[in-house]
Antibody, heavy 121, light 112 residues
């Protein structure tokens, strides 16, 4: 069965960087995009960007441009999201979510369990 | 960027009764391929979001047929024909036509 398993919770200081992983299993990794969506505690969902798991191409929300990197390792079927220059406003639950690159539409049929990133001095 | 507006922001519904959530986009979500790029998700308490409806009206795999999506252009509706206790959570619509993809504010469904 399809699974997306994310890395564990992180606590970082302001100005630092965090790298979250998302290990996929149960499907052909490179047939999909991986998106990252975050959720500040008690608030709604915010799309951050995607990485094409085949080509490595990326697209980011302007809000995160210059501060976010999304990569993948096809040898381990793992996607990564790294966010730099962290501030308290980046305290959130970060989700990975897959999107079928071969279908019309962009929609997320499987999600990771979420990784809580806390920014605290 | 698109502006996505959901209403109402909260609903209190008796089991067995219907429920309806509206989602409005500031721009048309119709693409040249004929599909309209509006999706719906439900986030149950303490869980990751789950896909309910994609491309306006297509139910995702495993989604009960009491959930239906409709709409066109800029106005969309998610309907639950008979609410069940397990439907409690926050419903989000999202425009997936162009990046950055924008989610609505969310509609919290509570069960009486």
């Amino acid at each position: 069965q399809v699974r997306l398993v994310q890395s564990g919770a992180e606590v970082k200081k302001p100005g630092a960087s965090v790298k979250v992983s998302c290990e996929a299993s149960g499907y052909t990794f490179t047939d999909y995009y991986m998106h990252w969506v975050r959720q500040v505690p008690g608030q709604g969902l915010e799309w951050m960007g995607w990485v094409n798991l085949n080509s490595g191409a990326t697209d980011f929300a302007p809000k995160f441009q210059g501060r976010v990197t999304m990569t993948r390792d096809t040898a381990t079927d793992t996607a990564y999201m790294e966010l730099s220059r962290l501030t308290s406003g980046d305290t959130a639950l970060y989700y990975c979510a897959r999107d079928d690159a071969l279908q019309a539409g962009t929609f997320f049929d499987y999600w990771g369990q979420g990784t809580l990133v806390t920014i605290s001095s | 960027d698109f502006v996505i507006t959901q209403s109402p922001l909260s609903l209190l519904v008796t089991p067995g009764e219907p429920a309806s959530i509206s989602c409005r986009s500031s721009q048309s979500l119709l693409y040249i391929n004929g599909y309209t790029y509006l999706d719906w998700y439900l986030q149950k308490p303490g869980q990751s979001p789950q896909l309910l409806i994609y491309l306006t009206s297509n139910r995702a795999s495993g989604v009960p047929d009491r959930f239906s999506g409709s709409g066109s252009g800029t106005d969309f509706t998610l309907k639950i024909s008979r609410v069940e206790a397990e439907d409690a959570g926050v419903f989000y619509c999202v425009q997936s036509l162009e990046t950055p993809y924008i989610f609505g504010q969310g509609t919290k469904l509570e069960i009486k």
